[in-house]
């Protein structure tokens, strides 16, 4: 398994989010307590989201945990 099929649908999620939201992603990884390329890294498979990285992204989203995995599974 790649990095980039671990990470999925986690960073499909994230992506739509902060889409959905009208950020930029250096907002977000700022926000997250990141540089815009460790964010940037994570969403295109070049780095693993770990665990401890959900309640960050989900805090800097203003989202719940759940919602970073059901926006990236169509909401389901």
Known sequence: MTIAEANEPLATGIKILITSK????????????????????????????????????AKALNVKYDDLYASGKGGE
């Open 22 to 57: 009208g950020l930029k992603n250096v907002y977000v990884a700022e926000k997250a307590g990141y540089t815009s390329q460790e964010l940037s890294d994570m969403l295109n498979g070049r780095r693993l989201i770990k665990a401890c990285d959900i309640p960050r992204l």
